[in-house]
């Protein structure tokens, strides 16, 4: 069987609104624009999730529901605490109880850069796939009976975006 993950880093997020604190800050045009890009990237691509676990924080929220609104079939996002600020581990305890086949999942930094050069059996050679800049995006596929053998299989990089490649 195989398993794909999309994972997501959250886009460009506002830092002018002064009373929000880091939980509660949204998206900025830069950020809106990349999240609807990366939308239309995986909807052109069929990268389509069956099963959304997203942060908390609004700028994960917002980014989701943004990439979703371009997708012809989105799942209801799983609005996770657990996923605010996470570690790779945690993350990827966290993915290890997803139940489809097709996951995506939206978290920060640097627990996104560090799951993704975790998982990847080898890196792309993209400039940007060790940094993991706001909305970059990796399709990893497994072969794996289940999520929760995924410790023990390697994710093959299917493709790698960031959203300056397609604004």
Known sequence: MSLRLILTRHAKSSWSHGGLGDHERPLNQRGRNSADAIGDWLAAKGYLPEQ???SSAARTQETWARIAARLPKAPAPEILDSLYLAEPEEMLAILQ???AGVVIMIAHNPGSARLAQ????????H?????YP??????FDFEAEDWPALDRHRGQVEDFIIPRELI
């Open 52 to 54: 959304a676990l997203i």
């Open 97 to 99: 109880q997803a139940k």
């Open 118 to 125: 975790g998982l990847a059996a080898r890196a792309p050679k």
């Open 127 to 131: 400039a940007d796939f060790r940094r």
């Open 134 to 139: 706001t909305a970059a995006t990796t399709i």
